[in-house]
C-alpha cells in the first residue's frame, strides 16, 4: 500500500530521534499514552483525548521502526507490540462506545477488532503466509476511531459504525483467503 510507505517516510525523523530508547519501552510509552487518552475520553474531554491517543498510536509506529533502525528486533518485542495492541484497541473502542451511548457498536467493533487479528494469528499458526489483507486493519480502525473522538459526538458513533462494519468485513476477507488457499492445498499465499 502506497500510504504505508509514506507514513513510514514521514516518521523516520521521529525514528532517528527516539531511537535512544529501547523499543519496548516505547511500546510501552505508546500504551501508556493510549490508556491516558481513554481516560481523557472517558472524563468528556474528547479532542485532547484523540490527540493523546494520537500520540500513542504514533509511538506505536516507532517501536517496530526503531527496533528495525537500531538492529534490535526480538520475537518477544513482536508479541509485546501485538498484545499491547489489542489491550489499546479494546480501551479505545470501549471508551468511545461508554462515551458515545454506542454500546452495540461497540461491541460489534471489538468483535471485528479481534476477530481479524485472531483469523491472522490462526491462519498463520496453520501455515498459511500472506494473510495481513483486508479492508479494515489496525492502522484504519485505529484512525477511524480517532478521527471520530476528535470531532466528537455522534462522529464517534459513527466511527464505531464504520469500524464495526470493516472490521468484520475484514475477517471474513480472511476467512475467505485462508478458505481458498487451503483448498487449493497450499500452504501460502
Not at 523499543?23 to 493510549?34: D, E, I, S, Y
Not at 501485538?82 to 468483535?111: H, K, N, Q, V
Not at 477488532?113 to 483469523?119: A, F, G, I, V
Not at 462522529?155 to 468484520?168: C, E, F, K, T
Amino acid at each position: 500500500m502506497e500510504w504505508k510507505k509514506e507514513a513510514k517516510r514521514l516518521i523516520r525523523p521521529f525514528v532517528r530521534l527516539f531511537s535512544f530508547l529501547p523499543p519496548n519501552l516505547v511500546t510501552l510509552l505508546g500504551f501508556l499514552l493510549v490508556l491516558s487518552g481513554c481516560w481523557l475520553v472517558y472524563s468528556g474531554r474528547y479532542r485532547p483525548g484523540g490527540c493523546i491517543i494520537l500520540l500513542g498510536g504514533l509511538f506505536d509506529t516507532l517501536d517496530g521502526e526503531i527496533a528495525r533502525y537500531r538492529k534490535r528486533e526480538t520475537r518477544f518485542g513482536a508479541f509485546l507490540d501485538s498484545t499491547l495492541d489489542r489491550y489499546a484497541e479494546f480501551f479505545i473502542i470501549t471508551i468511545a462506545g461508554l462515551s458515545a451511548s454506542a454500546l452495540i457498536p461497540a461491541l460489534f467493533a471489538l468483535l471485528g477488532s479481534y476477530l481479524t487479528s485472531y483469523t491472522r494469528a490462526r491462519a498463520e499458526g496453520l501455515g498459511v503466509k500472506d494473510i495481513a489483507r483486508g479492508l479494515f486493519q489496525r492502522p484504519e480502525r485505529f484512525f477511524i476511531l480517532v478521527i471520530g473522538l476528535l470531532i466528537g459526538g455522534e462522529a464517534i458513533r459513527w466511527s464505531l459504525i464504520v469500524v464495526a462494519v470493516g472490521a468484520n468485513i475484514t475477517a471474513l476477507q480472511r476467512i475467505y483467503w485462508v478458505w481458498k488457499t487451503l483448498k487449493k492445498g497450499g500452504e501460502n499465499g
